[in-house]
């Protein structure tokens, strides 16, 4: 019981610190004020974030998503 107790506080732990990277990442953003001054690659990597918040969202509407998913797929970059 203790060890999944264990992993749980570890996965939720890694979770929110990605997560978090990921508001800073956007607050970038939010900070400018003219969005079409983002480099391509700025472009990509935002627009690929959205999508991917966005694709999880609607999964997670639908079915239940294991934990390590969401880390996955915020990993990539």
Do not use: C, H, W
């Amino acid at each position: 019981m203790r060890e999944n107790t264990v992993k749980i506080a570890a996965s939720a732990a890694v979770g929110l610190g990605l997560f978090s990277l990921y508001l800073v990442f956007l607050g970038q953003f939010l900070t400018v004020g003219d969005m079409s001054d983002l480099t391509e690659i700025e472009t990509i990597i935002l627009v690929t974030q959205i999508l991917r918040v966005l694709i999880l969202l609607g999964l997670s509407t639908r079915f239940q998503i294991q934990p390590i998913v969401p880390i996955i797929v915020f990993s990539f970059e």
